[in-house]
């Protein structure tokens, strides 16, 4: 017999079809869910469906099919039952009545992913405050379940007897981490205001999980995070000093990656992460183009940007995967969108390429006159500004510079008084 802690935790899936939904997003939800039952390492011995006009509100499915599920459950003797749904506090006391093991949701199942993965300060705190949000409402009932011995799925939670002994403790300890969680948001934002008054040009990597942008963060920055082929493989930000070809250095940020049906918890308490997306000055929205669900994806990260009130800022979409690409397959269209592998060397040249021609799009050409002595707005333009180019008029004693500067920079407004006459006036 294979020694119970070594055996791999088998799972039952469970979904609900609802009439009038798209059976194409709700194919992708469960085949999401059991790739999320993979990432948490559970081996999927079933998936079970049921055509519904409504999710029933005691048991989720009928009581007939969930009776069925509970036999087959202890048959193949399963782990856990994972429901493609977030269950209500009353679903989740009466299903746990009917089956012998642990009945867990969607969102739980995300929940334990994020706890595995969370390495910084911040992820931690803002992944224990999504949890215990998430079980505060759910207290009564957990009993049996949060009794057992043992770790496994649905059980990595934030201190169990602690939840089943006392309330108030946890309202405590949502307080404590809320308060933790506004002092790194405040370190975080005076980070971004840094760089922002430094006017150091900004790029956020956004796309659905799994589409290979931590790949390419690594790839074009040797920021050595972590790459896997599975679901939130990424958790923390990082962000990386990126050289273009001309020279201009940028700041290349990763991001949790998108998913449908994110959980509302989740999306709250990584909000603050994502608001970094805002202070962007340009979005790479990377996309698995070799995913049969591919426009799907784009239009979850695309809501998710609105939702950020990011979907103003300029975009690049960086179809990854070229190599994995059957040709003529179809890929939707895009204002600005290059197709690549970040596996190779030359796509890669070329989207650095295409990077540079977006930066200097922002930046405006200028001819300055600067006086001799001012020395100091000499050494900040080759600063702040690209292809700068000067040469010094004797009869005026002056520099004339010609250079490009990005718009948004800071230093902008002092320039203005020594602008040629007729640039002044397009100011």
Known sequence: ???????????????????????????????????????????????????????????????????????????????????????????????????????????????????GRAHSREGKLQVELAQYNYLLPRLAGQGKQLSRLGGGIGTRGPGETKLESDRRHIRRRIRELKQQLEDVVRTRQLHRERRKKNSVYQIALVGYTNAGKSTLLNRLTAAGTLEEDKLFATLDPT????????????????TVGFIQDLPTALVAAFRSTLEGVREADLILHVVDGHH????????VVEKVLRDLQADGISRLVVYNKADLIQEGTYLPQAEHAILISALRDEDLHRLLCTIEEMVCGSYRELILHIPAERGDLLSLLYREGIEVRQQFVEEDD????????????????????FLETDQQQLT
């Open 1 to 115: 017999m294979e020694p119970l802690n070594q055996r791999q935790e088998r799972a039952l899936l469970v979904g609900c079809l609802l009439d009038g939904r798209d059976e194409q997003q709700m194919r992708l939800s469960l085949e999401e869910l059991a790739e999320l039952a993979k990432t948490a390492g559970v081996e999927v011995a079933g998936v079970f469906t049921q055509n519904r006009d409504r999710i029933d509100p005691a048991w989720y499915l009928g009581s007939g099919k969930i009776t069925e599920i509970a036999h087959y459950a202890h048959d193949v003797d399963a782990d856990l039952v994972i429901f493609n749904d977030e269950l209500s506090p009353t679903q989740n006391r009466n299903l746990d009545t009917v089956f012998d093991c642990k009945v867990i949701d969607r969102t739980q199942l995300i929940l334990d992913i994020f706890a």
């Open 239 to 254: 962000t990386r000093q990126l050289k273009l070809p001309n020279g201009t250095d940028v700041l290349l940020t990763d």
């Open 292 to 299: 049969p669900d591919c426009e799907i994806h784009m239009e």
């Open 398 to 417: 002056v520099y004339q510079v010609q250079v490009r500067l990005n718009q948004q920079s800071p230093v902008y407004g002092r320039l203005c008084p």
